[in-house]
Antibody, heavy 116, light 109 residues
Framework: QVQLVQSGAELKTPGASLKVSCKASGYTFSTYGFSWVRQAPGQGLEWMGWISSYNGNTNYAEKFQGRVTMTTDTPTTTAYMELRSLISDDTAVYYC?????????WGQGTLVIVSS | SALTQPASVSGSPGQSITISCTGS?????????LSWYQQHPDKAPKLIIYEVNKRPSGVSNRFSGSKSGNTASLTISGLQAEDEADYYCCSYGGLSTWVFGGGTKLTVL
């Protein structure tokens, strides 16, 4: 069965960087890309960007361009999302989702708290 | 910008409700790549409708989707207590981007 398992919760200070991992299993990794979606406390879902697992092509939401990098590692079937220059507004649950032009499988979410 | 959904809807068990999702000709009105997600508290979202009106395997046929112009709709028939959750629409926005709705809280009375 398809599973996406994300790394654990993190506490970060303002200005730091964050890297969340998302390990995929149960399907051929390179067949589908990943989108990353975040959800601030009590707020809605926000799409951050997409990466192709086939060739590494990316597309980031304008809001995050210059501050986010998404990568994949095929041998370990893992996707990564790095967000730099963190501010308190980046406090959120971050999700990876398998992207088939819809998000059919989601990771369990990674809580990131940005606080001094 | 985010798609527009009502903040909340409610219904009694057994009734039907509809949640709207309004975008523009640049997103909802221009593509069939419109999906809906159900999210229970402290859980990851779950896909319930994709490509406007298709249901993934295992999703109840009480959930249905449609679209007209720039507005998509999710209908839940035969409301059950377990349907109480937040619902989000999501549309392709062109140039490999996606946009979510603000979310709708469904209360089953």
């Amino acid at each position: 069965q398809v599973q996406l398992v994300q790394s654990g919760a993190e506490l970060k200070t303002p200005g730091a960087s964050l890297k969340v991992s998302c390990k995929a299993s149960g399907y051929t990794f390179s067949t589908y890309g990943f989108s990353w979606v975040r959800q601030a406390p009590g707020q809605g879902l926000e799409w951050m960007g997409w990466i192709s697992s086939y060739n590494g092509n990316t597309n980031y939401a304008e809001k995050f361009q210059g501050r986010v990098t998404m990568t994949t590692d095929t041998p370990t079937t893992t996707a990564y999302m790095e967000l730099r220059s963190l501010i308190s507004d980046d406090t959120a649950v971050y999700y990876c989702a398998r992207d088939r032009d819809y998000f059919d499988y989601w990771g369990q979410g990674t809580l990131v708290i940005v606080s001094s | 910008s985010a798609l527009t959904q009502p903040a909340s809807v409610s219904g009694s068990p057994g009734q039907s409700i509809t949640i709207s999702c309004t975008g523009s000709s640049s997103d909802v009105g221009n593509y069939k790549l419109l999906s809906w997600y159900q999210q229970h508290p402290d859980k990851a979202p779950k896909l319930i409708i994709y490509e406007v009106n298709k249901r993934p395997s295992g999703v109840s046929n009480r959930f249905s989707g449609s679209k007209s112009g720039n507005t998509a709709s999710l209908t839940i028939s035969g409301l059950q207590a377990e349907d109480e959750a937040d619902y989000y629409c999501c549309s392709y926005g062109g140039l490999s981007t996606w946009v979510f709705g603000g979310g709708t809280k469904l209360t089953v009375l």
